[in-house]
């Protein structure tokens, strides 16, 4: 017979209070004797077994006391802090986090991997994890904050993400030319308000996304699409489950896919605000970038540029490519890219899944405007509508993430990762290597 939920509250307290306690009379993780790594992971697993068995219970139950019977609408990082404070040892507080996160990937704990428990379970309930899809897409309040003044110049600079609108077209800009456009925490937050406001804007009729000119020498001068994940940020313990790998996710490439939840008309016709969005691959889309393209309604490439997914090579998942590469490729196609990592020039056959109009990087530029003009019919965005809703069932989608939530935590710790990171020291420059993968 399950425990109440006040039971298994208070045998998750007790066993989060004996990991605690096994864990703080050893040495830091890089250090531990042989019997010294038994004995935590005894402890871990046993905290674990008693965050699942409450979850697994009562994960409605939970999300409901955290939401308020799902009045309250809180974000992920929100969430887990509010899960933090009002069931202690369900996942880190936010001095454990604090620790953690001060740590070079090889020297944590991996607490993150109880935040993939705890995003496992809400998302797999089916009333919680649905709730909590629709809150992630809401407008972030930067977005709000920042769209006033969007509307009446055009312009916003997020920092790693410039946002133009010009012939009623929101044109963003990836510019982190110190990386190549790797992506980090900063470029997932700058990312997503730069999507809610061109889609919060009633001046932009369509999207483009496109990477900015580089400074790297081998570089310089030319535009580059995506390096994907930074990974001399997930070396140096920088790069978050909750804050890159879920929120990038569930937030800015989820907007570009079904739009943005508001408030706004009546309650009749509430449906995400969307709009077409066009990408233009310049150089190379590796990783997260190659990722992106899946949910864009028309993708051009310069002939010269290549993609690729090298995620398991580098031990981790390629977001949400194994949910919707398939379908661009084929099943077959879909696993040489993911598993074996295959490269594809833009120019290649098999690239037509992927891309729809390639062209001499002389003429990108116009081919670009072309597409745009296409994108502006009236009737385009209802029909996207219902394409998306037709190849990605939302409830697919949620159950897909559930999955990743956990899988990803605990691909983030295991050995082969951290050894393959361990390359990217503090020192190392991710513009030198990554491209080459």
């Excluded at 020297?107 to 709730?131: C, M, S, T, W, Y």
Aim: proline share 5%; with cysteine; net charge negative.
């Amino acid at each position: 017979m399950n425990a109440t939920l006040e039971e298994a509250r208070a045998a998750l307290g007790r066993a989060a209070e004996q990991e605690e306690h096994v864990l703080s009379a050893l040495p830091e993780p890089a250090g531990r004797s042989p019997g010294q790594r038994a004995a935590a992971t005894a402890a871990v697993d046993a905290a674990r077994d008693a965050r699942c068995a409450l979850l697994d219970a009562h994960a409605e139950e939970v999300y409901d006391e955290l939401t308020a019977a799902r009045t309250r609408r809180l974000r992920l990082a929100e969430l887990a802090a509010a899960a933090a404070n009002a069931f202690p040892g369900l996942v880190p507080g936010p001095d454990r986090l604090a620790r953690e996160q001060a740590r070079q990937q090889p020297d944590k704990e991996g607490h993150e991997i109880d935040q993939g428990i705890f995003f496992n379970r809400v998302l797999n309930a089916p009333r919680a994890g649905a709730h909590l899809l629709d809150t992630m897409l809401r407008p972030t309040p930067r977005a709000l904050d920042l769209i006033e003044e969007f509307t009446r110049t055009g312009i916003a600079d997020l920092g790693s993400v410039r946002v133009e609108r010009r012939d009623g077209v929101a044109r963003l800009t990836m510019c982190r030319d110190d990386c190549l456009n790797a992506e980090d925490n900063r470029q997932v937050e700058d990312m997503e308000t730069a999507v809610d406001i061109a889609l919060l804007d009633p001046g932009v009729e369509v999207g483009l996304l496109r990477g900015g000119e580089m400074s790297h020498h081998r570089y310089r001068g030319r535009r580059v699409f995506s390096a994907g994940i930074n990974l001399k940020a997930l070396h140096n313990g920088t790069i978050s489950l909750v804050d890159f790998l879920l929120r990038r996710e569930l937030g800015y490439i989820h907007k570009l896919l079904r739009g943005l939840l508001t408030d706004d008309g009546p309650a009749w016709r509430a449906q995400p605000r969307q709009k077409p969005w066009v990408a233009a691959v310049d150089t190379f889309a590796i990783g997260g970038g190659t990722q992106l393209l899946l949910v864009f309604d028309h993708v051009l490439a310069a002939s010269d540029a290549y993609l690729s997914l090298p995620a398991a090579q580098e031990g981790i998942i390629p977001g949400a490519a194994a949910l919707r590469l398939t379908r661009h490729t084929g099943p077959r196609p879909a696993r040489e890219i993911i598993l074996a990592g295959r490269r594809i020039p833009a120019d290649e056959a098999q690239a037509r899944g992927l891309i729809d109009e390639v062209h001499d990087p002389d003429n990108l530029d116009l081919a670009i405007e072309r597409s745009l003009q296409r994108l502006r019919g009236p009737a385009v965005i209802a029909n996207r509508r219902m394409l998306n809703f037709t190849e990605e069932p939302l409830d697919g989608f949620r159950r897909y993430m559930a999955e990743f939530a956990l899988q990803q935590a605990l691909r983030m710790y295991s050995t082969d990762v951290v050894t393959k990171v361990s390359r990217f020291s503090v020192a190392s420059s991710p513009t030198s290597e990554r491209p080459h993968t």
